[in-house]
C-alpha cells in the first residue's frame, strides 16, 4: 500500500498530523494502518526518555516500525508511519521497500523551529513512569504525552537529518508548519494518482542489508570520537588505545570535534565507494578507522 513517511523534530506536532491523515483517507474510504513509534516503545516496555538514550534500543524498536510497514505494503490501502524518521539512511531503507512493493511514497515534514518544539514539549504533563492508580498495560499504550527531559531533546535535535525534496527518497516532499493547514488533497495525489517508481536490481535483492551496515559503521565511528574526545578533555594526550583496533590514535592537542566528524563523513563515502563490491567487516572498522584518522591528522 502507499505509505507517509512522517519526519520531524520532537514535540513538532507528528501524530497530531498523522491523526489528521488517518481521519481524511478514512473518509475517503481508505483502510489505513496507523504505524506510531509512541506505541511501539512502551510496547518494547522502553520509558521514553532511557529508549532515546540507547541508540541499540532505538535500533529494536526502529527494525520492529519498518518490518510492520513491510507487512502491510499493497497498491490500495494506506501506512502512516508516525516516527521521528531523523536518520536519512533509514527514509532511504522504505524508499527502497516501497519501490521493492511497486507502490508510493510521500514525505512528510513537520517543519518547526527548534525552541517553539521545546514549548510545546513543555507543555506535556505525563511523567515518564507508571502511575501507581493505573494498570502497567494502560498506561503502555501511547507516550505521546509524556515530555523529554532537555539533554534527550537536544540530542535527538541535534542528530536530525532533514529531509529535502532533491533526494530522491524524500521525494515527493511536503513541508507542513504548525500554524498551516495540511493539503491533504495534494498527498491523495501523489500517493494514488501516480505511478510508482519500477524496482531495479537495487531495490530486488535485498537492500536493507547495507544501509543497516553504514549505519552500524556510523555508531562504531562516533564511539571511537566520544573516545578520543573524552581523552581530550582530561587531558589525556598521546597513544590512545581503541577497542577493537590493534592500533593505538595518537591524540594531539589541535583535534576537535569538527575535524573529527569530517575524518569520519571522509571514512564513510570511501567506505561506500568500496562496499559496492565487498564492505569490510563491521569488526575491522575500529582498526581501519584508527588508521585513517592517523594517517590523515599528520603533523598536526
Known amino acids: 500500500m502507499p505509505i507517509v513517511v512522517i519526519s520531524g523534530l520532537p514535540a ?12 481524511y483517507f478514512v473518509a475517503k474510504g481508505r483502510k489505513v494502518h496507523l504505524i506510531s513509534e509512541n ?5 518494547a516496555l522502553y520509558e521514553k526518555n532511557a529508549f532515546f538514550a540507547d541508540s541499540q534500543k532505538e535500533k529494536v524498536v526502529r527494525s520492529d516500525l519498518k518490518s510492520e510497514a513491510s507487512r502491510h505494503l499493497n497498491k490500495d490501502d494506506l501506512v502512516i508511519l508516525d516516527a521521528g524518521n531523523y536518520i536519512k539512511g533509514f527514509r532511504y531503507e522504505l524508499f527502497c521497500m516501497t519501490k521493492a512493493a511497486r507502490t508510493t511514497q510521500c514525505t512528510l515534514f513537520s517543519c518547526i523551529p527548534q525552541e517553539q518544539a521545546w514549548t510545546f514539549n513543555t507543555q506535556r504533563t505525563q511523567p515518564d513512569k507508571l502511575d501507581e492508580n493505573e494498570s502497567e498495560q494502560q498506561q503502555q499504550v501511547n507516550n505521546s504525552n509524556v515530555p523529554y527531559t532537555r539533554e534527550i531533546f537536544d540530542a535527538l535535535c541535534m542528530r536530525y537529518e532533514e529531509p529535502h525534496s532533491n533526494n530522491r527518497w524524500d521525494s515527493p516532499l511536503v513541508v507542513v ?3 498551516d493547514t495540511l493539503d491533504l ?13 519500477p524496482p531495479n536490481q537495487s531495490t530486488q ?10 549505519f552500524d559503521l556510523d555508531i562504531l565511528m562516533q564511539d571511537i570520537i566520544k573516545e578520543i574526545l573524552g581523552a581530550i578533555k582530561i587531558g589525556a594526550f598521546g597513544q590512545l588505545r581503541i577497542k577493537g583496533s590493534s592500533s593505538t590514535v595518537k591524540v594531539t592537542t589541535s583535534m576537535n570535534a569538527l575535524q573529527l566528524n569530517r575524518l569520519r563523513q571522509k571514512f564513510i563515502t570511501s567506505t561506500c565507494r568500496a562496499s559496492q563490491t565487498t564492505p569490510a567487516p563491521l569488526e575491522q572498522v575500529p582498526q581501519l578507522f584508527v588508521q585513517f584518522i592517523n594517517a590523515n591528522t599528520t603533523g598536526c
Do not use: C, D, F
Open 177 to 179: 508548519l504548525p500554524e
Open 205 to 214: 535483492n535485498p537492500p536493507l542489508g547495507a544501509t543497516n551496515y553504514l
Open 12 to 23: 513538532s506536532g507528528k501524530s497530531t498530523r498523522a491523526h489528521e491523515l488517518q481521519q
Open 185 to 197: 488533497e495534494a498527498i491523495y495525489k501523489a500517493l494514488y494518482e501516480t505511478k510508482p517508481l
Open 39 to 43: 506505541e511501539a516503545v512502551p510496547k
